[in-house]
């Protein structure tokens, strides 16, 4: 008899806790299922945010100057190049196609040179041992942290000295000597997981330490080096305190600074101008980073294992 | 064994000479200079303390720009670090077009201190820019962004809150990187999402919480561009940071010594700050390894 109801009782407890458990878990879905459609929304809402400046950005630069702060859309009402067309001339001699190639003749140079210092350093750092390595080692951590602000003017007054102001030199010299210690820090870090097989190989077939950097090494840096370029690259477009402090000739002006200039003297209603000009000196950043973000993906996870 | 030792300085070279020349010797050449008055026409003349006691005692201008500065870093960097360890734990969820999001919310970051996007931020935030256009839809005035000393200042703190996808990228390979059992035995010991993510979470990802308050700090005291583009250091000095300060003492009125001051009291906050968040981040940074032991 205990034995039946007992039986009984735990059928029952079993049947509640069974329909208490798919309760539960039907809460639990609905819970996930509004958590997820949150997450989306939260999202998608934060991403409107986030790009629709820039979305307006590109609109605007199609619109006329009257529409600019009546419409908040981004589609013009009378889309027109006028912005572009005006813009590219400038109020100076020379058009904004000038000021790109001056950006390309200070990053070029820059890029080679952080490209090829920097291996070599890093390569020096990972693969050798000589003294005060740790202190050299230290000092490149040393410099990621110091603020750029308590050198700059000594190295102007030393770039004075030696004759390179409203020259390029100032912006190549400094990144040509490994100065970027971010990138030597990179590039070290990626070549300790590198294992150094391959290199022995070749130092017993006979290389010495520059061929193996040049035919051993450099191949398995490539994917790293390729975003050292890619950063070094967007960087460099977006410098402005840079060529700011040391040109000062029109003439030698990179698009950061003929922007400056343009919002400066376009006359004050003129506003297309200048947005369509910011458009276009975002675009080889933005062009730049949509074509390699793979690299940047392979760079860090691929590298080591390809060699 | 000495033929290789050698070897390595001379790969090492231009990394040595680049950090004498660009680095070293400039650092302590701004140490000295800012002892002295030094117009760039007649050699440095030392004049041994003037500058400092001159900025610390009579300079208003830089008593405003330092005020403005302190609250424009305690400003920007929390509310950026917040807000991207905030859309890293929205995107560390097994959703669908991660990537795509992930791209999205670091696009801003690429372009970075673009003059482009400062230009752009004048637009947005003129009178009749965009942003009070959407304001009005919420039947809220318009706000005189730029003409207001509060409001100008917030401005700039919302282009570089905007920016914070590189800070957002680093937090989410932290979070993806986190056991999922953690949660799943919080879970079932009745720990709410909140209580996990406080005690879960927080505890695990703080090395790269430190991190990204450090960076973001030492870019914040540097901040230039947006000042410089967006409200030229106005209204009545609002969005004045020091290295506007700076620049101008420097550039413009070639007062290097007295700019090098400047530079150094900087150099100074900003080393101090760092020296306590390393110095504190015993109590709170937790790495991986030690737990194992």
Known sequence: ????????????????????????????????????????????????????????????????????????????????????????????????????????????????????????????????????????FTSVIAILLLPNVVTRIPQYILFRELGWLDSFLPLWVPSAMAGDAFFVFMLVQFLRAIPDDMEQAARVDGCNSWQTLLFVVVPMLAPALISVCLFQFMWTMNDFLGPLIYISSVDKYPVSLALKLSIDTTEAFEWNRILAMSVLTITPALAVFFMAQKYFIEGISAGGIKG | MTRTRSLGLIYLSPYILGLMAFTAIPFLASFYLSFTDYNLMQPPKWTGLENYIELFTSDRTFRRSLSVTLLYVFLTVPLKLAFALFIAYILNYKLRCINLFRTAFYVPSILGGSIAIAVLWRYIFATEGLVNMVLAWFGIEPVNWFGDPTNALFTITLLRCWQFGSAMVIFLAALQSIDKSLYEAAAIDGASKLRSFVFITIPLITPVIFFNLIMQMVQAFQEFNGPYIITQGGPLKSTYLLPLYIYDEAFKRFDMGYASAIAWVLFLIIMALTLVAFWSSKKWVFYAGDKRS
């Open chain 1, 1 to 136: 008899m205990t034995d039946i109801s007992h039986a009984s009782d735990v059928f029952t407890a079993g049947a509640d806790a069974l329909a208490e458990a798919r309760r539960h878990q039907r809460i639990q879905q609905r819970r996930a299922r509004i958590s997820a459609i949150l997450r989306y929304a939260i999202l998608f809402g934060v991403g409107l945010v986030m790009l629709y400046p820039l979305i307006w950005l590109v609109g605007a630069s199609l619109k006329t100057n009257a529409e600019i702060f009546a419409n908040p859309g981004f589609i013009p009402r009378e889309p027109t190049t006028e912005g572009y067309v005006q813009g590219w001339e400038t109020s100076t001699p020379y058009t904004f196609g000038r000021f790109f190639w001056n950006s390309f003749l200070i990053i070029l140079p820059k890029t080679i040179g952080t490209a090829i210092s920097c291996t070599m350093v890093a390569y020096g750092f990972a693969r050798f041992d000589f003294p005060l390595k740790k202190l050299l």
